[in-house]
């Protein structure tokens, strides 16, 4: 039986052999994340999981799913691909952290306008980067080819995430009190949200992005832009385990203003002292060469601060004990208190 082949549809745009050829190149990638539990038969018509229930009497699935957004023509402008895909895995797995769940597995989704296999097999080794750190196997996904509808060098990435929780310890905001504390996880930097207003100020397709900047501690701002979103899955997971969280916000679109209030009950909310808030340099840039007023920023962006933990104030120090051992600089970013404001940077 030959293989498969058809010069028509190559004529059209699409060449068949070109995905058979990234999937070989990417084999090696995904295999790495086959100890967490998924199976190594990758090109079938579905992903493999074997699940472990041992501990959990009642096991609740949780998913998210997510792109990475316009932060990829970064990655177009640098010629850099293979980091992209920790954020698309991160964008996943920290929102279903926000429930209490442990990712299990993830796949992803690549819509390419000409099918570089070099270049796909560079994305899922990204992806396949941020499974490892999620300590989640990458048990499937799909590259399409679609020529006509981007341009050749042009890539979307997008993907989901499954994890599970015990139904006793889902996470539930109700629980969160007037007198908790809320501890700030740093962030690697702009995360995955804000390009479109980040491409816009920095004007990054007319400017030298790779041109060191004093204000960036000498990185330039393509590389600091590049620098892939954090997973939080290995200290959130130690934490979820030793301490009562209360509550979980992952900080994307929106910033302080719109996620944190998602993790508080009505009526509750947080006094955040301004003094307090570890702000990462690219943020002041933005804010300085965008004339973007503070409110605007704190509601736009996760300003060094990628995701929020609630705990009682009696098991704060343990909490950022933990964290700390788990690499994280966590600190207490506010307090909680009786509010029909839900956030108050003061």
């Known amino acids: 039986m030959g293989k498969s082949f058809s010069e028509s549809y190559k004529e059209a745009g699409v060449d068949i052999t070109a995905g058979y050829k990234a999937v070989e190149l990417m084999k090696e990638h995904v295999a790495r994340t086959m100890v967490f ?48 895909g920790i954020d698309c895995v991160a964008m996943c ?34 992806v396949a980067e941020g499974c490892i750190q999620s300590e989640a196997a990458l048990i499937g996904g799909e590259t399409a080819e679609m020529p006509g509808f981007y341009g050749e060098d042009e890539y979307d990435l ?45 004007d990054v397709e007319n400017e030298d992005i790779q041109k060191p900047l004093e204000e960036l501690g000498g990185k330039s701002v393509g590389e600091t832009l590049l620098t892939p979103t954090k997973i939080y899955v290995k200290p959130m997971t130690r934490l979820l385990g030793q301490v009562q969280v209360k509550s979980v916000a992952h900080i994307t679109g929106g910033g ?67 964290l700390k051992e788990e690499g994280e600089d966590a600190y207490i970013l506010g307090d909680v208190v009786q509010s029909e404001e839900s956030v108050e940077i003061c």
């Open 158 to 202: 997008a993907g989901f995430a499954v994890g599970i929780v015990d139904k006793s310890k889902i996470l539930r905001k109700e629980t969160v009190e007037a007198g908790d504390v809320l501890i700030a996880l740093p962030s690697s930097g702009v995360h995955s949200n804000g390009f479109s207003l980040v491409r816009k100020v920095l």
């Open 93 to 126: 797995v920290n929102d279903i952290l926000c429930v209490g769940a442990k990712p299990l597995f993830f796949l992803d989704y690549i819509a390419v306008g000409k099918n570089y296999p070099e270049k796909v097999a560079m994305i899922v080794k990204g």
């Open 37 to 84: 539990g998924g199976s190594e038969d990758i090109g079938g018509f579905g992903g493999l999981y074997g699940l472990d229930l041992a501990g959990i009497s009642q096991p609740v699935l949780v998913s998210g799913t997510d792109g990475v957004g316009t932060k990829l023509k970064m990655a177009f402008l640098m010629d850099k691909h293979d980091t992209v």
């Open 256 to 322: 302080f203003y719109e996620n944190i209030p998602r993790s508080l009950p009505s009526g509750i909310g947080v006094r955040i002292q301004r003094k307090n808030v570890r702000v990462l340099p690219i943020f002041d840039l933005i804010a300085e060469r965008g004339g973007i007023p503070e409110r605007d920023m704190f509601n736009t962006f996760n300003m060094g601060v990628g995701m929020t933990a609630i705990v009682s104030a009696a098991d704060a120090d343990r909490a950022l004990e933990i």
